[in-house]
């Protein structure tokens, strides 16, 4: 919480600190978002929350990163665009070996603010995103409060995920931790890799079920909710088997609305694309430069700023539709 | 006296060996070994519930490999079949998402698919380009083809009506989509194997230039393996829309590889001339049956990367055994 308010109060004082400064035309200014896998609509409110701020500060904003998934292709992209000198880099570091490529363009010059999964290790000037171990500790308190509702004390949990993103472990050991140290008697009885497709999560799920017939809730770490109300759906289980999935796009909303999805989590994204460019922009400018101690290294922004996790379901999911269910 | 059945037919020891010898039959076996010891380990493979979930899985990748079966035996390749897909997909629901009818959307899809299978085709038959690089070009432009439409949403507003064609159960509980997976596959097996004009698709692939002295229009065909891989892939577009009753932006994305594989394990040759729509529909559901019992058996994730390969190895190996036999 006192990382949300730092993070609250610093982008309502930069703007205003900024004005002072904004003889100087800035539109040439390059801010580019890297991400693993672009074409993901996990993207699109990250996106957008980035393009905004460049919008109000008349800066260029730009969006790239391979088609499929792929940690490795993302860094040589950064280090490519590195050459063509942006102003700044805003990233997610989804593999431990992010942080190396982070330290090699900040040493070029070029700031890197992270967003949704951290690099801490590295010299990125700061992250706007979750803290994934809380998410999945959140994920098991949702789960279990919701099987506890159905009138059940012990019960068996799978879980779909897309095992080579290293943030979604994270997610794992928080929600595994909470069972153990809260709610034994609930235990992770599966997990199955989705490769972050939804068609994969729908066969999966039907197969993970098949050999787990007792499995009483179902939790899709990743944002391929809407393939596990595919699962759902064709098996005839909607209401019998509580799932909780990740992520807000139309279909999974739609999936909950259909019954065959019960929850779903949203971390306000849309946040950590605006911060993240509005951090990288204050920074590149030298707009923090007064903070005391940044000479001899003391942060000019917070390390970290959580933009807070909420859960949707069939009482508010309408609200977030950006279309409609068909 | 000599009895004339026997010189008409070889013996029968002989016949079994010819039989398993060929690509078809063999994957066949491995599917069935890996079935039964499935079904020995697990008491929850041999159910119905659960080999109706491999049919419906492989539905999709059976539509792309028929049309990749057709090409690889013409002698091309086509690597854009994944985002041809998606660009369809993409299509389709956006132009229902804007509140067209669905004849409409569907008749978008479609030209959209023809497109690419138009493009591919004359670059490839027409102006010479190398298949390879070509579709490689095609599927990078497909994919931002996707993006530009869809800027990265993803799309949920799927009639209701169009869903349950699609996923409704008449039959042994399969929906409809494995139906139309299954007629694809054997009319389009059938008639590679029975239709003239569609055979000329091995003379194509063994030498075109024998195909040529035999007055086969080779540029022509080459143009159709190429449409018709497209229109295939806006079939499957079609299928996997109103399955998962969404379109997304990754709709598709890595298919061609996953199909590709499964043909080329059913017997398709890369080289050309080679191959069956039945040996690349095994060769599918081979896959898809690996992927299925390695979840059945709750093998760990981290794990079953190294069982699939093993099998995979396995199923390689056996080919390769059948060759040396073909040759002694």
Redesign the interface.
């Known amino acids: 919480m006192k990382a949300w308010i730092a993070a609250l109060a610093v982008a309502v004082a930069l703007p205003g600190l900024a004005a002072a400064q904004e003889a100087e035309d800035r539109s040439g200014q390059r801010y580019v978002m890297v991400v693993p896998?672009?074409?993901?609509?996990f993207?699109?409110a990250i996106?957008n929350g980035a393009q905004d701020a460049a919008d109000q500060l008349g800066v260029r904003f730009e969006f790239t990163g391979p088609?499929?998934f792929d940690n490795r292709a993302q860094q040589q992209q950064i280090e490519q665009i590195a050459v063509t000198r942006p102003a700044a880099f805003l990233t997610g570091a989804f593999d431990p070996t992010m942080s190396d490529t982070i330290d090699r363009v900040t040493e070029m010059g070029i700031p890197v603010v992270t967003f949704d999964s951290d690099a801490p290790d590295s010299r990125r000037i700061s992250f706007i995103g979750p803290d994934h171990y809380n998410i999945g500790w959140e994920y098991g308190r949702k789960m279990v409060e919701m099987l506890r509702e159905r009138g059940l004390e012990e019960g068996q949990i799978g879980l779909l995920t897309a095992?080579d993103q290293t943030n979604l472990q994270v997610r794992i050991r928080g929600l595994e931790d909470y069972l153990a140290q809260n709610a034994p008697t609930f235990e992770v009885v599966?997990?199955?890799?989705n490769?972050?497709?939804?068609?994969v999560t729908?066969?999966?799920a039907?197969?993970?079920m098949?050999?787990?017939?007792d499995i009483d809730g179902l939790i899709v770490i990743n944002g391929t909710g809407?393939?596990m109300?595919?699962a759902i759906n064709?098996?005839g289980l909607a209401g019998q088997v509580t799932v909780l999935t990740s992520d807000v796009?139309?279909?999974i909303?739609?999936a909950i609305l259909d019954g065959s999805v019960q929850t779903t989590s949203s971390v306000n994204t849309y946040l950590e694309g605006y911060l993240a460019l509005l951090f990288a922009y204050h920074y590149v400018n030298g707009h923090l430069d007064n903070v005391p101690g940044a000479d001899v290294g003391v942060n000019k922004l917070p390390p970290v700023v959580d933009p807070g996790l909420f859960f949707i379901d069939a009482s508010n999911a309408e609200q977030f539709l950006?279309?409609?269910?068909? | 006296m000599t009895d004339s059945s026997a010189l008409a037919r070889p013996p029968a020891g002989l016949r079994w060996k010819a039989l398993i010898r060929q690509r078809e039959v063999a994957i066949l076996l491995l599917i069935l070994i890996v079935g039964a010891v499935a079904s020995v380990l697990s008491p929850f493979f041999l159910t119905w519930a659960n080999l109706s979930n491999v049919l419906i899985a492989c539905s999709v990748e059976m539509i792309v490999a028929a049309g990749l079966a057709i090409v690889l035996i013409s002698g091309g390749i086509d690597l854009s079949v994944g985002s041809i897909m998606g660009v369809c997909a993409i299509a389709l629901a956006i132009v229902l998402d804007a509140g067209a009818p669905l004849w409409a959307a569907l008749s978008v899809c479609l030209l959209a698919g023809l497109a690419f299978g138009v493009a591919n085709g004359t670059l490839i038959a027409y102006a010479g380009l190398n298949p390879l690089v070509l579709t490689l070009a095609t599927m990078t432009i497909g994919r931002s083809v996707v993006f530009i439409l869809s800027q990265g949403y993803s799309f949920a507003s799927i009639p209701q009506g169009f869903k349950s064609a699609f996923n409704a159960t008449p039959l042994f509980g399969l929906p409809n989509l494995v139906w139309v997976s299954l007629g694809v596959t054997a009319a389009l097996g059938v008639l590679l194997q029975r239709n003239v004009w569609f055979r000329r698709f091995y003379f194509l692939g063994g030498s075109e230039v024998a195909a040529i002295r035999a007055g086969i229009d080779t540029r022509r065909l080459k143009f159709m393996a190429y449409v018709i891989a497209a229109l295939l892939a806006t079939l499957a577009a079609i299928v996997t829309t109103a399955r998962l009753g969404s379109a997304f932006p990754n709709t598709g994305s890595g298919l061609e590889l996953r199909v590709i594989t499964a043909a080329v394990i059913g017997g398709c040759s890369i080289y050309g001339g080679k191959g069956t729509i039945l040996g690349a529909a095994l060769g599918v559901l081979l896959l898809n049956l690996i992927n299925n019992v390695l979840v059945i058996l709750s093998l760990s994730v981290y794990w079953q990367g190294v069982a699939a390969g093993l099998i995979l190895i396995l199923a390689i190996l056996t080919d390769i055994a059948n060759r040396r036999g073909v040759r002694r």
């Not at chain 1, 599966?190 to 890799?193: G, L, R, V």
């Not at chain 1, 098949?210 to 017939?213: G, R």
């Open positions: 896998i672009s074409g993901h609509p993207w699109v996106r088609v499929e095992v599966a997990t199955e890799d490769r972050g497709d939804d068609q729908a066969d999966r039907k197969a993970m098949t050999a787990n017939p809407s393939g109300g595919t064709e098996l796009f139309d279909p909303l739609c950006t279309g409609s269910c068909g």
